[in-house]
């Protein structure tokens, strides 16, 4: 039974690439549930998170960021992120104050102002850590010129600055209404799509600029033995002969050194030690494939 004057509601995250969506939503969870690089477009995918507090429950939605589509991938990204403002009781909008306000960003204030509709925009100026109060007061000035940007907000998801108030302020545009998640439920995604996810982080964090992009990652196999341990099978896609060989590395020394830095973190996942087992495969233009982006969960139903 729902308790009186419990409230809850989606509030969708959208912000130019590296704006750090990712990042505040990890922080507000509590755990990291969607990966972080400094690489555009890390996220790909409409991910949940959950934060469950004892009189409300807010989930957040993050979002590819927005930016021009190069490809089939980059066009699924741009309409999951605009989709996603659909039906929500909020829209956090972030940017960043280290870049002040760019092009993408105007580009994507005049699709906010066609398509929000009556839907409540709050905006982050986030990264406040990286600059000065007069390059924050700046975006300020020009973000108040939106009737339809509600309440503005400078905030350090690095840092926690006015991430609490920032949730007081998303607190105020729930409605009152079920809990549908559990207490201890963080994010909808399931344990293979963020297994995935991580082993594609590391690879971003590892990698040369040209080819991260060009990678996408498939879960073959989880199997939990007797003793306790789950063997992982894993396959790194990427487009190019050459960026095979990159990926592997000497002696197989880069993709060791991808798989060690994934580990921990699936165990973590997991609860248990895990047998991670990684191969790379080239699948050319996957990008551009629809078959390919369905098989590794860019569904475009």
């Known amino acids: 039974m729902m308790e009186k004057g419990y409230k809850s509601g989606f509030v969708t995250i959208i912000g130019s690439p590296n704006v750090g969506k990712s990042t505040l939503m990890n922080l507000m969870v ?33 979002t590819p960021g927005v930016t021009g589509a190069k490809n089939r991938l980059g066009e699924y990204m741009l ?20 870049k002040g306000v760019r092009e993408m960003d105007e580009s994507l204030i005049a699709a906010l102002r066609e398509r929000v509709g009556n839907t409540p925009v709050v905006a982050a ?3 406040t850590d990286l600059t000065n ?23 350090s998801a690095e840092t926690g600055r006015n991430v609490d108030k920032l949730e007081e302020i998303l607190c105020g545009y729930l409605v009152e209404g079920p809990q549908y998640y559990p207490d201890d439920m963080v994010t ?20 040369r600029q040209e080819i991260p992009h060009g990678i996408g990652v498939e879960i ?27 990926i592997i590395g000497g002696r197989g020394a880069m993709l060791k050194r991808i798989g ?12 248990t030690k895990v047998n991670l ?24 139903d």
Not at 265 to 271: H, R
């Open 277 to 300: 087992q990684l191969w790379v495969k080239v699948r050319p233009d996957w990008r551009n494939s629809a078959n390919a982006l369905r098989e590794l969960g860019y569904n475009d």
């Open 79 to 98: 309409k999951v992120a605009y989709e996603s403002l659909r039906e929500v009781e909020c829209i956090l909008f972030m940017l960043d104050a280290s």
């Open 220 to 246: 073959e196999r989880i199997e939990l033995r007797e003793d306790g341990i789950n063997d992982i099978n894993a396959v790194i896609y990427c487009e190019r002969d050459s960026h095979k060989g990159i």
């Open 133 to 155: 109060l007069d390059d924050i007061e700046t975006i300020r000035e020009r973000l108040e010129k939106e009737a339809f940007i509600k309440r503005i907000l400078p905030i």
């Open 30 to 62: 509590g755990q990291k549930i969607s990966i972080v690089s400094e690489r555009a477009q890390t996220t790909r995918n409409r991910i949940a998170g959950v934060v469950t507090r004892k009189n409300y429950q807010i989930v957040f939605l993050d």
């Open 188 to 207: 909808d995604q399931p344990m293979r799509v963020i297994t995935a996810e991580i082993i594609r982080e590391k690879a971003l964090k590892s990698l």
């Open 260 to 271: 060690s830095a994934a580990r921990p973190e699936i165990e973590t996942l997991f609860g």
């Open 125 to 127: 100026i986030n990264k």
